[in-house]
């Protein structure tokens, strides 16, 4: 299984971060998997922020849960994630993972005008 990550380095805050994780390998519908996003600030230890099941039903952190939205496009084996209203505490490394062992190189998200 292959995950990688895709999308803008840099958002301004108030905007919305917006990810996609296209996956190689296997089918985001398929087994009992849970897609996840997960996220690495500077200095900082990882922070898991939500998942989609392979039954379309989402999981979010409480701590993000209102700014946070996980979908997926099924025809394309691909899912998202939308983090609304970034401040630049929002900056990380995000990864996408089929945890444990499945993880895309996780790309670098700075928040900043």
């Known amino acids: 299984v292959q995950l990688q990550e895709s999308g803008p380095g840099l958002v301004k805050p108030s905007q919305t971060l917006s990810l996609t994780c296209t996956v190689s390998g296997d089918s985001i519908t398929a087994n009992n998997y849970i897609w996840t996003w997960i996220r690495q600030p500077p200095g900082k230890g990882l922070e898991w922020i939500g998942g989609i099941a392979y039954s379309g039903s989402t999981y979010y952190s409480p701590s993000l849960k209102s700014r946070t939205s996980i979908s997926r496009d099924t025809s394309k084996n691909q899912f998202t994630l939308q983090l609304s209203s970034v401040t630049p505490e929002d900056t990380a490394v995000y990864y996408c993972?089929?945890?444990?062992?499945?993880w895309g190189q996780g790309t670098q998200v700075t928040v900043s005008s």
């Open positions: 993972a089929l945890l444990p062992t499945y």
